[in-house]
């Protein structure tokens, strides 16, 4: 790594504790319908205005000790970590596609991704604010992008329609697979703000895309909420706990920002896997188990839906 490289990503890490800061006035004031430009940043308790030193990303948790100079009130160890995941994330898509327009565009899907997934954990909810404002963002990435790799006009239209492809794909998919969980517990599995963020991601790249990373997203979700019913019978409420856990409404944002994730950064490796297992000999019985293993889910959950109505 030359001295160059190093600046660039100096520059890049702290662009993105900047920008990581301005995440977390957002996940705070736009699900309380506040401005996020003004006020400017200060303590929720004494409504002390942060000085120039308390704003600096990451450092300036770490030098007031995590608390308010004012008022000593505990300040969360959630907003230097925001900054440092957004800082990495910046790095990490620099590094992956280097100087260049994706590397401008998926910096900017990541933190909308990271907004709405920590404003999902807090409120079970996703604003349309911003699913509609990043969805039109990736209508606007998509032809830009096309012109920039290609210098054609013809190219810019072409990756205008996938964009508009993989948003209705969002759409459709979402809309089965809450249909499919209805189904198993009774009740709406997922919120109309689902299927716009997955219609958001899909704006952003194509339908295979959008395909890809929804199956990551549902499994990680399936994953996701059996281990939080497993640690909810674990820890002492036993079967009947866990089943209630798992029949909860769960935030699904952070896994289908997650999935989306993973495809952007590992898709071409993921593919290869799948290639080569669809050749093993362990495609089958594999296959068959897994199928088994979903129907004996769906019985499981209806069963424990209607011993609890």
């Known amino acids: 790594m030359n001295i160059y490289d190093t600046i660039v990503q100096v520059t890049v890490f702290w662009l993105g504790a900047a920008i990581g800061s301005f995440l977390n006035v957002v996940v705070y004031r736009v699900p309380a319908g506040l401005s996020v430009i003004w006020p400017p940043s200060r303590c929720p308790q004494c409504l002390h205005q942060l000085g120039m030193g308390e704003n600096i990303p990451i450092l300036g948790w770490l030098l007031l000790r995590g608390k308010c100079r004012h008022c000593r009130t505990p300040i969360s160890v959630r907003y ?6 957004t800082a990495i994330i910046f790095v990490i898509v620099y590094n992956r596609f280097g100087i260049s327009i994706q ?4 910096s900017l899907l990541m ?4 907004a709405l ?3 999902d954990l807090d409120t079970m909810t996703l604003p349309n604010s911003l699913t509609q404002s990043g969805l039109m963002l990736g209508l606007i990435f998509q032809p830009i992008a096309g012109y ?6 013809l190219s810019s239209k072409e990756y205008l329609i996938q964009g508009i492809l993989g948003m209705i794909l969002g759409i459709w998919i979402y809309d089965t697979i809450q249909l499919v969980g209805s189904l198993m517990v009774g009740q709406s599995a997922q919120g109309g703000g689902d299927a716009k963020l997955m219609a958001m991601i ?24 059996l281990i ?3 640690n909810s019978m674990v820890r002492g409420g036993g079967i009947k706990s866990g089943s209630h856990q798992l029949l909860q409404r769960q935030p699904l944002g952070p896994f289908i920002a997650l999935g989306a994730t993973i495809m952007l950064f590992a898709e ?21 188990l897994l199928l088994l293993v979903l129907i004996a889910l769906l019985f499981w959950t209806r069963r424990m839906r209607l011993s609890s109505s």
């Not at 230097?80 to 995941?85: D, H, N, R, S, T």
């Not at 933190?111 to 990271?114: A, E, I, P, S």
């Not at 920039?148 to 006009?153: G, K, Q, R």
Request: aromatic share 16%; net charge negative.
């Open 268 to 288: 071409d490796w993921l593919v290869n896997i799948y290639q080569q297992f669809m050749r093993s000999p362990y495609r089958d019985p594999c296959s068959l």
């Open 103 to 106: 590397t401008v565009g998926y």
């Open 228 to 230: 939080a019913a497993g």
């Open 111 to 114: 933190c909308w991704l990271l």
């Open 148 to 153: 920039v790799d290609h210098h054609s006009f």
């Open 80 to 85: 230097p970590l925001v900054e440092a995941a």
């Open 202 to 225: 899909g704006a952003w790249f194509n339908w295979k895309f959008v395909l890809l990373s929804g199956a990551a997203a549902s499994t990680l979700a399936l994953i996701g909420f």
């Open 117 to 119: 997934s920590l404003i």
